[in-house]
């Protein structure tokens, strides 16, 4: 625990002095949000490895600084996963970097969330003392489900330097069919595989192409393939997907998301790609910002940026309420503000 001890002296040191600290891990998902300039760094980029790990527990205990694929490899020569497919932009993508972003990939609608498979984490607080939150079972009921809050809070309440995950067995088999169709044909594809017992744990609709992903017992898999019009495609896809490598997103320099509902009218935006089940999708390069005049339900996230574009918040506005909700949060883990201040929301320092 000396890597530990060394993060507890760094931010003991800069509360006492009041100098902000800006976090990091691999240094890959600096394009979302806002990277704070000139502030003293620390990673967590070094403090790698597995800490506990037994795998008819189904739970692993890793070091935050552990990158994705590592930690992808060590739970496939098992025979297990982690079931919401984090995503990795790049190979310095960590695990901890994953979950402070509370990035989930395509199997999001099928397996659920980061949120719901991270079931504790070990942090480093304003005062530099190592605390640790939820616990290392299935079910645990002690204390605040801090875990969970800090999940997608981008290291803005403190360091976490080691994480508690829940895995799951790898399917037999898994495949990727796709075919082309309109748009009413693919969200009656994906209604119907959703509101029946199917294998489908990722779907995504792009350019007249529905792609859909089946992970399964074989038997299942190749059943509901049966009644599935398409060619097999490459597994591949969902990660590139996941990490932002298609051509349509490298193409891009202005990248919005909005998470909705599936059944949520698609209005007049020229969505390039539909995901998770129509309750993800992509805008590419608008001309204004997005949120302006939308009636649906849901929230925007500005995900990449062209510089000399126009103005807007990366992050979803909050409401009054939800930022003072914010507000006492930060106020509560770091009264300094000494951690990535406004990483999320520069005004607020949030």
């Known amino acids: 625990m000396e890597e530990v001890e060394a993060f507890s002296e760094f931010i003991k040191k ?22 704070p300039e000139g502030l003293q760094v620390l990673t967590t980029q070094s403090y790698a490895g597995i800490l506990d790990y037994h795998p008819a527990e189904l739970i692993i205990r890793v070091k935050a600084g552990t990158p994705v694929g590592t930690l992808n ?46 079931l504790g984490v070990g942090m480093v607080l304003h005062d530099g003392a190592y605390c640790e939150f939820g616990g290392q079972v299935m079910k645990n ?73 089946l992970s399964g017992s074989e038997l299942a898999v190749k059943a509901t393939e049966k009644n599935l019009e398409g060619i097999q495609a490459d597994n591949s896809f969902w990660d590139q997907l996941d990490a932002l490598r298609l051509p349509a997103f490298q193409n891009a320099s202005d990248i919005w998301r909005l998470s909705t509902e599936p059944d949520e009218p698609l209005y007049e935006y020229d969505f390039s790609i539909l995901d998770w089940g129509f309750a993800q999708r992509w805008l590419l390069d608008p001309t204004s910002d997005p949120r302006d005049g939308y009636r649906g339900v849901g929230h925007w996230t500005r995900v990449r940026s062209d510089k000399g574009g126009f103005q807007a918040e990366a992050f979803q506005p909050l409401s009054k309420l939800e930022l003072e909700l914010h507000q006492r949060l ?15 929301y520069r005004e607020e320092g949030l």
């Open 14 to 35: 800069a509360g006492s002095d009041g100098n902000p600290i800006q976090l990091t891990g691999g240094e890959t998902k600096s394009f979302l949000g806002y990277v």
């Open 141 to 213: 009921v002690a204390g605040y489900d801090v875990s969970r809050l800090v999940c997608g809070a981008y290291g803005t309440l403190g360091l976490m330097a080691d994480l508690s995950l829940k895995v799951v067995p790898a399917p037999e088999l898994e495949k990727t069919i796709a075919r082309v169709c309109s748009v009413d044909q693919a969200r009656a594809t994906i209604k119907s595989l959703s509101n029946s017992v199917s294998p489908l744990s990722a779907s995504c609709y792009s350019g007249d192409t529905l792609s859909i992903r």
């Open 330 to 344: 930060k106020s509560t883990f770091d009264p300094g503000g000494i951690f990535n201040p406004g990483r999320m």
């Open 73 to 118: 490899a060590l739970l496939q020569s098992e025979g297990q996963m982690l079931a919401f497919d984090p995503p990795a932009h790049d190979v310095g993508s960590t695990i901890g970097g994953v979950v402070a972003a509370g990035l989930s990939g395509s199997a999001r609608p099928y397996r659920g969330a980061a949120r719901d498979h991270l």
